[in-house]
């Protein structure tokens, strides 16, 4: 199985601060990742998908890159609703694994 | 709408059986492979299986902690994907979510109680 390893995985920020999230494969899934992002009581929600891809109504506060093994979500400005837990999946391989996970809290 | 709506969270006693369901609307769903994930405090999200389209050939794949006690299935007609659950154990306990398999569409969950 795949075991992506996410960074950190407690941040705190304030609001307006650039975040970064780093996501990191066991071996190489191409670009199919999928960054996710979930607040308490609900379900996960799809940011971006293929690694870089922007999911349709999401802010473009929020970008992905990377490949490979080694993929990064930023949050060029955050804002009050962006405090949440940010997940890395891949969907390169069966089984789809996810990341540990990195809770986004106030500083 | 797009959207995916699960039912069938319960609380069971170890050993019991559940069905979950989860009805789909807004999108083309005999052609989406679809999926379950759950998640639990302790252990994060984790992919419990997927079925892929009828189109596609309809394969089914199981993580391995389910296999053997789970099965995936799906019914175009009514535009519904379901999980029986058999042999539960406590460890089973958590939300679970259907989802394309593309992770673009998530339900709102629903919860599994496995305890005596």
């Known amino acids: 199985d795949i075991q992506l390893t996410q960074s950190p995985s407690f941040l705190s920020a304030s609001v307006g601060d650039r975040v970064t999230i780093t996501c990191r494969a066991s071996?190489?899934?191409?670009?199919?990742l999928v960054w996710l992002q979930q607040k308490p009581g609900k379900a996960p929600k799809v940011l971006i998908y293929?690694?870089?891809t922007l999911q349709s109504g999401v802010p473009s506060r929020f970008s992905g890159s990377g490949s490979g093994t080694e993929f990064t979500l930023t949050i060029s400005s955050l804002q009050p609703e962006d405090f949440a837990t940010y997940y890395c999946?891949?969907?390169?391989?069966?089984?789809?694994?996810f990341g540990g996970g990195t809770k986004v809290d106030v500083k | 709408e797009v959207q995916l709506v699960e039912s069938g969270g319960d609380l069971v006693k170890p050993g019991g059986s559940l069905r979950l369901s989860c009805a789909a609307s807004?999108?083309?769903?005999?052609?989406?492979?679809m999926t379950w994930v759950r998640q639990t405090p302790g252990k994060g999200l984790e992919w419990v299986g997927r079925?892929?389209?009828?189109?596609?050939?309809?394969?089914?794949d199981y993580a391995a902690p389910v296999k053997g006690r789970f099965t995936i299935s799906r019914d175009d007609s009514k535009t519904t994907l379901y999980l029986q659950m058999n042999s539960l154990k406590t460890e089973d306990s958590a939300v679970y979510y259907c989802?394309?398999?593309?992770?673009?569409?998530w339900g709102q969950g629903t919860l599994v109680t496995v305890s005596s």
């Open positions: 999946q891949q969907v390169h391989d069966y089984p789809r694994t």
């Open positions: 071996q190489g899934v191409g670009s199919f």
């Open positions: 807004g999108f083309s769903y005999s052609n989406a492979w």
């Open positions: 989802t394309t398999d593309d992770s673009k569409i």
């Open positions: 293929t690694a870089s």
């Open positions: 079925i892929e389209s009828f189109i596609s050939g309809g394969t089914i």
